[in-house]
């Protein structure tokens, strides 16, 4: 019994009050909802956040993108990477998809575009000085087309290809002896009267409206207009000679007026393979965009990737070219990343500073360019799995560079070719790493804090209480 620290005082030797019963009552409530807040602490997961020095060996990552170019045909949208280690890849095609978009719809609206794996070159012909000689004296002139006639020659032909073209481009010097061939040779045709060939100067101001109104990017394109409209059209992507440039009329020619090539019989119907002609690509007067959507496989150092304009049989007018692009995703991750773990980590919107967010060009000859600061993201959960990825912020700027500023005013506008506008994402990555780790509290921890909520409460009000008990004695006594 000298042991016994909790001894009891008899019932009749204590004293009760109606303030003291309110205030044991208030007590009780207090204390147990101290208890229940400190139950659901105990029993919930708490995510700690350090910051450490990054001690990765991974030596690649990758780059998932969904980028949308509102202006650049997938014609010549170019995938291009490059990093400090000397990497250079030019026309990356690897693991990446496109999709034509028109340029009313935006990234809404999306139509495949198939890449070819092994193009073939373009075949040009290379015309004899003799043959140079005589299409200069001929009499014959290739119809010269500019913004005043150009949209009635379309309506008074059932078929006319218009070559448009600048007399400093080299694949339009190659092109105009072959042009003015095929035109002579389409002279002497049957079905002449129906066809007409025509070429425009968009380096002259009688045209420059009729090239920005088509969306003329890249030097020569050969435009293929039927049923004599001019808001709907083709691209002519064959070979450019003279008997290929034949072949083509012919085949393009309207069912009717094939009866005149071939008079013993009308041609069969089309099917449906034969109408999308390889040599040719469908497109509105509209414009047309490119959605390039896929990923890259890049070393883990700093380094860019950049979407521009690329043809081994073009040059490209820069001055009309429009880079604006909407990002709808872009992201980094590890090689082995699970990504359905990680959307229950990180929204996309968490990992990255670029997520459905568009970029306008506003000047000329403009690059757009995109600085990401990546940094490594490692969540280590409750049961010891580890989840990796990367974040991100990114800064942006619309600049010009410096080198243009000796061209301004010059009339070789070809000099700029290697200056097209693109739009460039930066990357580098940081030297730490995000540390997210999931803990509960341990339980001795977790009895410490109740014996500590429920003896402090008990104590702190009972010295309460006996102040205002003493008090009222006392001030009764002195009444």
Request: glycine share 4%; net charge negative.
């Amino acid at each position: 019994e000298s042991l016994h620290l909790y001894r009891k005082v008899p019932k009749d030797l204590t004293d009760g009050t109606r303030l003291g019963g309110a205030l044991s009552l208030v007590t009780a409530a207090v204390m147990l909802y101290l208890l229940v807040s400190n139950v659901r602490d105990y029993m919930s997961l708490r995510e700690l956040t350090d910051v450490a020095l990054d001690d990765s060996s991974e030596a690649q990552m990758r780059i998932y993108f969904n980028i949308t170019m509102e202006r650049l045909p997938c014609q010549f949208a170019s995938v291009d990477v490059s990093d400090v280690m000397g990497t250079s890849l030019s026309n990356v095609t690897q693991n990446i998809v496109k999709f034509k978009v028109g340029a009313a719809h935006g990234h809404k609206t999306s139509e495949y575009y198939p890449e070819v794996t092994n193009p073939t070159a373009i075949i040009h012909e290379e015309l004899l000085p003799t043959e140079i000689a005589e299409l200069a004296e001929s009499p014959v002139e290739l119809p010269a087309l500019d913004d005043s006639i150009f949209e009635s020659f379309i309506k008074q032909h059932d078929l006319v290809l218009v070559a448009f073209g600048a007399p400093w481009c080299p694949w339009s010097q190659r092109l105009e002896p072959v042009w003015k061939k095929t035109w002579a040779a389409l002279r002497d045709k049957p079905y002449a009267r129906w066809v007409r060939m025509g070429r425009v100067d968009c380096t002259s101001h009688a045209a420059q409206a009729t090239c920005q109104k088509h969306h003329i990017h890249a030097f020569p394109t050969i435009r293929i207009y039927r049923h004599r409209q001019s808001h709907s059209h083709e691209n002519y992507l064959g070979d450019r000679t003279s008997e290929a440039f034949i072949a083509f009329i012919e085949e393009a020619l309207p069912r009717h007026l094939q009866g005149i090539i071939h008079p013993e019989a009308l041609p069969a119907p089309p099917t449906e393979a034969s109408k999308h002609s390889t040599a040719a690509e469908s497109t509105s007067l509209d414009g047309e965009g490119c959605q390039l959507t896929g990923w890259l496989h890049i070393s883990r150092v700093p380094g860019s990737f950049r979407i521009s304009s690329q043809s081994d049989s073009h040059s490209f007018n820069t001055r009309v070219m429009n880079v604006s692009h909407h990002v709808d995703k872009l992201l980094f991750g590890y090689l082995d990343e699970s990504p359905r773990r990680l959307q229950k980590i990180l929204t996309f919107d968490q990992r990255s500073s670029l997520f459905q967010v568009s970029f306008m060009m506003h000047q000329q000859l403009a690059t757009l360019k995109h600085y990401l600061k990546v940094v490594p993201f490692h969540h280590h959960a409750l049961d010891g799995e580890v989840t990796k990825t990367y974040m991100y912020k990114a800064n942006y700027n619309e600049y010009r560079p410096r080198k243009l500023e000796w061209y301004e005013g010059k009339a070789d506008a070809h000099v700029d070719t290697q200056l097209v506008p693109n739009a460039v994402f930066h990357y580098d990555i940081s030297p730490v790493k995000v540390v997210t780790t999931q803990e509960t509290q341990g339980f001795a921890n977790f009895v410490t804090k109740i014996c500590a909520v429920i003896g402090g409460i008990y104590t702190v009000v009972g010295l309460f209480d006996n102040v205002l008990y003493h008090g009222g004695q006392a001030a009764k006594k002195l009444a």
